[in-house]
């Protein structure tokens, strides 16, 4: 059993930056990808990047145009996001997750074990 618990949201203004943390109980993590989503107010959950079981790969949405970087630390069983430039569309509740898979496929759909998330309110 996995439980995966999100912080380091809060409330900024629009240019600065964030870093999320999600730090994961069990024993499967370092063998697992993981990934982080946000869901904007009244929109469907949406991926934001992923990560490969030993960091090696990531990947990122189209609309970050380079602004939120993804890691881990399996050592220390956290994934982080590391988010700059904010802008107020980034507001949303920020979830992590992880798949059992090894290598992400990009389906939100691969991803079973789900963190309650962590509001990111960016002000203009």
């Known amino acids: 059993q996995v439980q995966l618990v999100e912080s380091g949201g809060g409330l900024v203004q629009a240019g600065a930056s964030l870093n999320l943390s999600c730090s994961a109980t069990?024993?499967?993590?370092?063998?697992?990808?993981m990934g982080w989503f946000r869901q904007r107010l009244g929109e469907e959950r949406d991926i934001v990047a992923t990560?490969?079981?030993?960091?090696?790969?990531?990947y990122y949405a189209d609309f970050l145009k380079g602004r939120f970087t993804i890691s881990r630390d399996n050592a220390e069983k956290t994934l982080s996001l590391q988010m700059t430039s904010l802008k107020p569309e980034d507001t949303a509740i920020y979830y992590c997750?992880?798949?059992?898979?090894?290598?992400?496929?990009?389906?939100?759909?691969?991803?079973?074990?789900w963190g309650q998330g962590t509001q990111v309110t960016v002000s203009s």
């Open positions: 997750a992880l798949s059992l898979r090894a290598w992400p496929r990009g389906m939100i759909t691969d991803f079973t074990s």
């Open positions: 069990g024993r499967i993590f370092s063998t697992c990808a």
């Open positions: 990560i490969n079981f030993d960091g090696s790969a990531t």
